[in-house]
T-cell receptor, first 112, second 116 residues
Framework: TQLLEQSPQFLSIQEGENLTVYCNSS?????LQWYRQEPGEGPVLLVT?????EVKKLKRLTFQFGDARKDSSLHITAAQPGDTGLYLC????????????FGQGTTLQVKP | NAGVMQNPRHLVRRRGQEARLRCSPM?????VYWYRQLPEEGLKFMVY????????ESGMPKERFSAEFPKEGPSILRIQQVVRGDSAAYFC??????????????FGQGTRLTVV
């Protein structure tokens, strides 16, 4: 069974601080997707990483896929209150498994 | 290009009633996935369907739950004889092909089921 361990589960920081969210697994994933979810809404796709070692940037957000495609990180620089939300990582298994395996999520609160 | 459409957004059912949740995938997407989410938690996989076929239902309870994706019309997640523990947000996602090689899945806004 593939599992994704996401940490930390909760993070409360001041505006302007940096933070990193981690997703780790003992399994290899064909790709890893990061989503952000607002209360009462569905997850919105932020980025997909596919190649081991890949780094993608989305404004102040930097996403990295581990060399072995077992782990990923999301780094936010100079966090703003608008970054507040639930961040979810989800891995797609190798082969036609049909599932996205989700981490437990990181609830981020950025205080002004 | 409309996104994944789910309805209803909110559904209240009494214990013992049936709940029917509908999902229309994005245009051109033939792969549909259902997930369940409890408050402040990640999403738990329930079932994966590809037009008229159930590919993987390993996350779906064996009793009371069923899913279909007919040739015409939306995918339906059906919960019979609902119990309070079924209260959750149910999300549907769709993709154009299977989820490997970087294919992306897009989610609907969910149906929030409350069992009273």
């Amino acid at each position: 069974t593939q599992l994704l361990e996401q940490s930390p589960q909760f993070l409360s920081i001041q505006e302007g601080e940096n933070l990193t969210v981690y997703c780790n697994s003992s399994s290899v994933f064909s790709s890893l997707q990061w989503y952000r979810q607002e209360p009462g809404e569905g997850p919105v796709l932020l980025v997909t990483v596919v190649t081991g070692g890949e780094v993608k940037k989305l404004k102040r957000l930097t996403f990295q896929f581990g060399d072995a495609r077992k782990d990923s990180s999301l780094h936010i620089t100079a966090a703003q209150p608008g970054d507040t939300g639930l961040y979810l990582c989800a891995g797609a298994g190798t082969g036609n498994t049909g599932k996205l395996i989700f981490g437990q999520g990181t609830t981020l609160q950025v205080k002004p | 290009n409309a996104g994944v459409m789910q309805n209803p957004r909110h559904l209240v059912r009494r214990r013992g009633q049936e709940a029917r949740l509908r999902c229309s995938p994005m245009k051109g997407h033939s792969h549909v996935y259902w997930y369940r989410q409890l408050p402040e938690e990640g999403l738990k996989f329930m079932v994966y369907l590809q037009k008229e076929n159930i590919i993987d239902e390993s996350g779906m309870p064996k009793e009371r739950f069923s899913a279909e994706f007919p040739k015409e019309g939306p995918s339906i997640l059906r919960i019979q004889q609902v119990v309070r523990g079924d209260s959750a947000a149910y999300f549907c996602a769709s993709s154009p092909t299977a989820l490997d090689g970087g294919t992306e899945a897009f989610f609907g806004q969910g149906t929030r089921l409350t069992v009273v």
